[in-house]
């Protein structure tokens, strides 16, 4: 944190509807200025192991007081030792593997670094903007027009992920760097929010204390219908007293 700009935070989660725990895991350290979600896959628990593991390697690589290229550096390290320890689960047979996605803030900026599609939204002045690009099969048949919106995708049973935590010989790590400023509200999500919560209904929901958001954007997604487990985590960057 710095004389600019203070920032407090919420997070919130649950299992999907008739599972006894969820495969989501989380990372909330304002301390550090830095936030996770992670949404484990490979059957209940192997997909709970892998999103564990992710966080647990991030929180092991904490550093509160270092600048924020050193923090994001030791994130993205975090996650490649998470992706080894998972690769090796995968030789002996079993397959766990993670989305994640990470946010860490400076003092003027904040890096979202993700593979997956959980996602990381900032909304400002009203409007929400989507920070991170899915990597699913979904976004892929967008990108190439052969359909509109990820719900055709869905409709159609193709949204799987093309790239995951644990998944594949290598890992790609997506990284973006944007500016942020007093009054913007940040959204960490699992694709069990961001598929069935509209992004009007996002909007409204961050004008609530990071907490109450996280609670509403939950509660929003189970009313709709929503069948995954659910993780949001909701940082509101304000003016420094």
């Not at 999103?51 to 550093?63: K, N, Q």
């Not at 994640?100 to 959980?118: K, P, Q, R, T, Y």
């Not at 913007?184 to 929010?193: A, E, K, P, S």
Request: with cysteine.
């Amino acid at each position: 944190m710095n004389a600019a700009l203070a920032w407090h935070s919420g997070a919130a989660g649950q299992p999907g509807p008739g599972r006894p725990s969820s495969e989501d895991n989380h990372l909330n350290a304002p301390e550090a200025g830095i936030w996770a979600v992670a949404d484990g896959m490979g059957g209940h628990r192997d997909g709970a192991l892998a999103s564990a593991m992710l966080v647990e390697e991030l929180h092991a690589a904490l550093l509160p007081l270092a600048p924020l290229g050193q923090r994001v550096a030791a994130a993205q390290t975090a996650i490649g030792e998470a992706a080894n320890r998972l690769s090796k689960m995968a030789g002996t047979g079993r397959s766990p593997g993670s989305t994640i996605s990470v946010l860490l803030l400076g003092e003027s900026h904040a890096v979202c670094l993700w593979v997956g599609d959980s996602r990381i939204y900032l909304r400002r002045n009203g409007t929400l903007f989507q920070l991170t690009r899915d990597h699913s099969l979904a976004q892929e048949m967008i990108d190439s027009g052969l359909i509109a919106s990820a719900e055709e995708a869905r409709a159609a049973q193709r949204s799987g992920l093309t790239r995951a935590v644990g998944a594949g010989a290598t890992l790609a790590i997506d990284r973006v760097v944007v500016p942020v400023q007093a009054g913007d509200r940040l959204l960490i999500c699992t694709d069990g929010v961001s598929t069935v919560v509209p992004a009007a209904a996002m909007v409204a929901a961050l004008d609530s204390t990071p907490v109450e958001a996280a609670q509403a954007l939950i509660k929003l997604a189970a009313e709709m219908g929503g069948f995954d487990d659910v993780t949001a985590l909701v940082v509101a960057i304000d003016a420094a007293l």
